[in-house]
């Protein structure tokens, strides 16, 4: 297979409707065996286009646009065209639209999906690199991780800032990680680059099941040792914690994770963007001092020691 090929091997039907179609109508496409369903704003790209703004890791705050355009491939162009039909009769179709069925060129997604992940460059010589990527020349500390469920690849300012923390301690002036909690693991991706950086003992935690799976994979693919598991993992007192989440839940988790801080220890906070800097301080102030160490992209790093 070539990456665009001229064969048509599935068929789009595309449909207009309004934002309080768009949950039924997406149902109904895969109840009629539709391969995918892609749902985007029909304006894009005009003087009408809408931003849906989500912060990273929460879903948007709404299922579509005012106008979205709802593609769903099929496999032959009967079935598209079987599925227009079926559609134009259900109530839930008022005030939408058929845009028409098109051929879609074959194309191997494995390779185009592929090419979208290039090797993440932490510090000049840690990087993040996919599975299906040679290791730079340059990387003398690497993780080999792949895009999946959980969140974090090491593009993300809050993932990126965290990584440069870390390998930060393995630097002259760095100090032992020791024992390492990662609270909100996702990929797992701090804690394993913890387990590179010397830490002991690793844990890594996450409310969403997915993650944690994640999490134990992308350990045995970096053949790293950690604990991968629920929050209610977290046991006791840790050298280091690491809590890449959203300024909101960690406002909420601030007595939960000071309390497993050891005495000496450091706290490694992200996912604040720098205008909630003073509301996190404030939060944590009964226990420790956050200082803003790290900002890139409007996003910020705050870090404190347990005294
Ligand atoms: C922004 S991702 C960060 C993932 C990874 N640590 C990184 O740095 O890229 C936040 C993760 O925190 C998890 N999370 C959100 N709220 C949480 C909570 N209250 N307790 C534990 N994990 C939580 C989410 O499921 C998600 O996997």
Known sequence: MSILSETPALFELGLLCPEARIEPVSDALQALDALSVSVEDADARTGAEQALFGEPGLPPPRAGWQRSRVCALFSTEAAARQAQQLLGVQDFFAGCQPLGIT??????????????????????????????????????????????????????????????????????????????????????????????????????????????????????ANAVQLHAGLPEQARGEYQTVLANILATPLRVLAPLLCGHLAPGGRLVLAGILERQAQVLKQAYAPWLALTVTDAEDGWILMTARRH
């Open 103 to 220: 051929p879609v060129a074959e194309q191997d997604w494995v390779r185009l999906t592929q090419a979208q992940f290039a090797p993440v460059e932490i510090t000049a010589q840690f990087w993040i690199v996919p599975s299906w990527h040679a290791l730079p020349a340059q990387a003398v500390h690497s993780l080999r991780l792949d895009p999946g469920l959980a969140f974090g690849t090491g593009t993300h300012p809050s993932t990126r800032m965290c990584l440069r923390w870390i390998a930060g301690q393995g630097a002259p002036e760095g100090q032992p990680l020791g024992r390492v909690l990662d609270y909100g693991c996702g990929s797992g991706i701090l804690a394993l680059a913890a387990a590179k950086f010397g830490a002991r003992d690793v844990d890594a935690v996450d409310i969403d099941p997915a993650a944690v799976q994640a999490t134990a994979r992308n350990a045995q």
